[in-house]
């Protein structure tokens, strides 16, 4: 692998809203695969092993899975990145991203019950 002089400048955005949104399905389907499979193979969740597991690994899925288990995430994701990453101090962009942050949140939302109604789950 081979280091880059100099700074890499990255426009989420140079080709569109549209384009992202639509790479936020694709983003999104994967995300929501990932859990389905993280729960068939992860075993029970729990809470205690969320905040206090040795094992990195381990921890970090306890607390992936507490995030996707809880209810009104896409909201959850507009408070954290307005008010703990203060995107309203970019103005209207900041804003933007913030609402398609959480839009971002709901794909999956939609995603998970969508694979769920698939496989005939009713949970």
């Not at 899975?65 to 408070?79: H, S, T, V």
């Not at 998970?112 to 789950?121: S, V």
């Amino acid at each position: 692998m081979r280091d880059i002089g100099g700074f890499l400048d990255h426009y989420p955005f140079s080709k569109g809203v549209g384009f992202w949104i639509e790479r936020h399905v694709k983003y999104a389907n994967l995300e929501a695969k990932t859990i389905q499979e993280n729960r068939q193979k992860g075993g029970e969740f729990s809470l205690k092993k969320a905040f206090t597991a040795k094992d990195f690994t381990e921890k970090r899925y306890h607390q992936k899975e507490l995030f996707y288990r809880l209810p009104g995430r896409p909201f959850i994701k507009f408070a954290y990145m307005m008010l703990l990453r203060r995107a309203f101090l970019d103005g209207g962009p900041g804003i933007t991203y913030a609402v398609l942050q959480s839009i971002y949140e709901y794909f999956i939302v939609l995603k998970q019950d969508e694979i769920r109604t698939k496989r005939g789950d009713e949970n």
